[in-house]
């Protein structure tokens, strides 16, 4: 099969001939048809995630079982999949609390230590394969189909954790890119009114069509105070992919009474608010990591239902893998961008 492949952090991606790979006890191998681009596979890239080399990267695939492995009930040859990024216990605390993303075993994940789908097929744990609900086109709308269990169930993740409410004001930072895109959709999608916080003019008029209702110029002086602004006040959600020290402590700062903050990775730096304003306000700051199988499958039946659809603004064949992920490097992608692999 054709593959392309990582050797180290910072460099380029080489097309290579690799052997087809063949599915093992409780295993299954699936021809890949697209395969989503995003941060979260730049930052292996780019030598700012952990992982083992050499490496096929991707996870966000839309794919077709070709063989299933000894033990496998749950698949048959044909079954259209895409793939869940973790590999958890199932047993421990955590995975009992369908909070699968903070799973006291986490193992390895596709893409980081597995091989993944930049290349024509895949061989995961029979488990990491989600079977696709009837509605989707995932030969047709490859791209989409992939990227709807990242771009989509993160933010999806995000609305039900952070208890976004029709009657919320929700402020998006960086929402120009991959993920901002789509929690500006996800939010609109629970009825809030939704505030983009962005950087890059660029981007203004597509936080626009994804249904922004107020944008927030990020290079100016008091991005808490225009945030306030746009909110009559005090926003009710901040959902930060920035995740700087001054993107944090801005989104703090605006948020009004019983406030929410939601920080997911970015810069991930420190950084400081006043714990008087903490009680007074009784806000909330919180984490958010990926999202649990039953959210992606929540999601996929969803976005199969029509209530929502990715935003995928480039599709590149296999072989310009790196110039898409320059392109992630430089934030000049909208949306999700993919490589089309069949």
């Known amino acids: 099969m054709k593959a392309m492949v990582l050797h180290a952090p910072n460099a380029p991606f ?25 941060l979260t596979i730049e930052h292996i890239r780019a030598g700012r995630a952990p992982a083992t080399f050499p490496r096929i990267i991707g996870h966000e695939i839309s794919a077709e079982i070709v063989e ?20 958890t216990c199932g047993h421990c605390r955590w995975c009992r609390e369908n ?10 994940r596709v893409g980081y230590q597995i091989d993944g789908g930049y290349a024509e097929y895949i ?9 696709l609900p009837q509605g989707l086109d995932y030969k047709g ?31 998006v930072v960086g929402a120009g890119g991959g993920l901002g895109i789509h929690m500006i959709m996800m939010a609109k999608w629970t009825g809030a009114r939704v505030i983009a916080v962005e950087r890059s003019a660029g981007k203004f008029d597509a936080c626009r069509k994804a249904g922004a209702d107020e944008i927030v110029d990020a290079t100016g002086n008091d991005v808490a105070g225009a945030i306030k602004d746009a909110s009559n006040g005090g926003i ?43 009680l007074n306000k009784e806000a909330v700051v919180m984490g958010s990591r990926y999202a649990t ?29 790196d110039k898409v992920h320059a392109r992630l490097a430089r934030a000049e992608v909208i949306g999700r961008a993919a490589l089309s692999i069949a």
């Open 99 to 108: 909070r699968a993303t903070i799973c006291a075993n986490q193992g390895p």
């Open 236 to 278: 009710d959600v901040v959902i930060d992919f920035v995740s700087s020290q001054s993107s944090l402590e801005a989104g703090f700062a605006a948020l009004g009474p019983g406030g929410r903050l939601v920080t997911l990775g970015g810069s991930g730096e420190d950084f400081k608010v006043s714990a008087r304003a903490f």
């Open 123 to 131: 061989k995961l744990p029979a488990h990491n394969f989600l079977r």
């Open 293 to 321: 199988r039953q959210e992606c499958l929540d999601t996929l039946a969803l976005a199969a239902r029509g209530d929502f659809w990715p935003m995928v603004t480039e599709v590149h064949p296999l072989a310009e893998a």
């Open 141 to 171: 709308k490859a791209a989409e189909v992939g990227v709807i269990v990242d771009a989509l169930a993160t933010p999806f993740k995000v609305v039900r954790y952070a208890n976004v409410r029709p009657t919320d004001h929700v402020a």
């Open 68 to 87: 299933v492995g000894a033990g496998v009930t749950e698949l048959s040859v044909g079954d259209p999949v895409t793939c869940y990024f973790y590999t």
């Open 14 to 38: 080489v097309m290579e001939e690799r052997p087809d790979p063949k599915a093992g006890p409780g295993e299954a191998v699936a021809r890949v048809f697209a395969c989503g681009a995003g």
